[in-house]
């Protein structure tokens, strides 16, 4: 095994660490948000920390980096209130990357690369089309946190798009047939196959 | 494709909507924490919430439900201030998911499993053996979620265990290669197979 303490890992060389610690708490999820400023201009960026909060009410959260020159998803949720969270889908996965790269705010992603937008009933932000699992969010809440100056972002869930085939008799979304990726550190895509679902956990006798 | 709103989401079923609200957001990390009490009673929970949260310093988090009375993680980790982050192999997968049941705190889930407890170097709270990526984390403070309660742990990283061959060059960590889950709404299980990685992201002229 290879050995890394806190003093190691503090004189690693800045993308060595970078790679290291973006790898070292396993999958992360793959999501592009969009999200839409006062005058219209869209925004698509990709994010890697989406999480789940809660069912009732159905709350999201995530990580924002802390405030840079380029901030136009923030900038965006707070202004319209409302964004949406598109899941990637692994023939999507060099343009959804590409989102990373810093255009300035008046640059739409949706403009450099071959997603498109779309607009669903009245919702505000927009929706990535080749996404076959959607979710339009609503701001809810933003928490600093101390420790290094990112933001958690919480949110609820208001509405939900999704392809028939993903969705099973129990609610369940079939992750992996629907071709959703998943995120290995800042760059690395991978595809899935489900092992197996277990039943609920009670203790043994 | 489905469409749901929110008030079709508030009148589901409490499991469909466990199982759509806990899958939708997409995949989620798989890791087993590794805590102890003053007593010496070992603990091991599963937990699919685990974020990278910043590199410098080395620092992640992951979400409590709220306090319970089953909580022995949260009380453990607030009692000894260390803890540990396991990576789930696919070989562990059902012992891993038991580890959800709810257990008394006098009960450890090492002994109602086949995971192995061990314990490294000076670090006061079990490592899981069979897990190939390992990390020795430090309670550094709490966030309480007022929009449900949830409780958002942070903590940084002080050691890393990594099993040789998953490390590469630059500090990535190869997890398909290693074997790492993830997991699927609740009780899904997937193995993953890396599709590409990416050079750091440029605008386009």
Redesign the interface.
């Known amino acids: 095994?290879?050995?890394?303490?806190?003093k190691s890992?503090?004189k690693?060389e800045?993308?060595?660490?970078?790679?290291?610690?973006?790898?070292?708490?396993?999958?992360?999820?793959?999501?592009l948000i969009g999200s839409i400023d006062k005058d219209g201009n869209n925004n698509l960026a990709i994010f890697?920390?989406?999480?789940?909060?809660?069912?009732?009410?159905?709350?999201?959260?995530f990580?924002l980096r802390p405030k840079t020159e380029f901030r136009n998803t923030y900038d965006n949720i707070l202004e319209s209130r409302f964004f949406t969270?598109n899941?990637i889908n692994?023939d999507d996965?060099?343009d959804a990357?590409?989102?990373?790269?810093?255009?300035p705010k008046n640059?739409s992603e949706f403009d450099?690369t071959n997603l498109e937008a779309v607009f669903l009933n009245e919702f505000i932000a927009p929706y990535v089309r080749s996404s076959k699992?959607k979710?339009g969010c609503k701001y809810?809440?933003e928490?600093t946190?101390?420790?290094?100056s990112?933001i958690?972002i919480?949110a609820?869930?208001?509405?939900?798009?999704?392809?028939?085939n993903i969705?099973?008799d129990?609610?369940?979304?079939?992750?992996?047939e629907g071709g959703?990726?998943?995120i290995?550190?800042?760059?690395?895509?991978?595809?899935?196959?489900?092992?197996?679902?277990?039943?609920?956990?009670?203790?043994?006798k």
Chains 1, 2 share one sequence.
């Open positions: 095994m290879v050995y890394f303490n806190k890992i503090d690693l800045k993308i060595y660490r970078l790679n290291l610690i973006n790898s070292c708490t396993g999958f992360k999820s793959a999501n890697s920390s989406v999480t789940h909060l809660g069912s009732d009410p159905s709350l999201i959260c990580i969270i899941h692994k996965i060099k990357h590409h989102t990373s790269a810093k255009y640059i450099k699992i979710l809810l809440n928490y946190i101390k420790e290094n990112t958690l919480v609820s869930i208001e509405e939900i798009y999704i392809e028939n969705l099973k129990d609610g369940w979304l079939r992750l992996d959703t990726v998943a290995n550190g800042l760059d690395g895509y991978v595809q899935t196959e489900l092992i197996e679902r277990f039943d609920y956990a009670r203790p043994k």
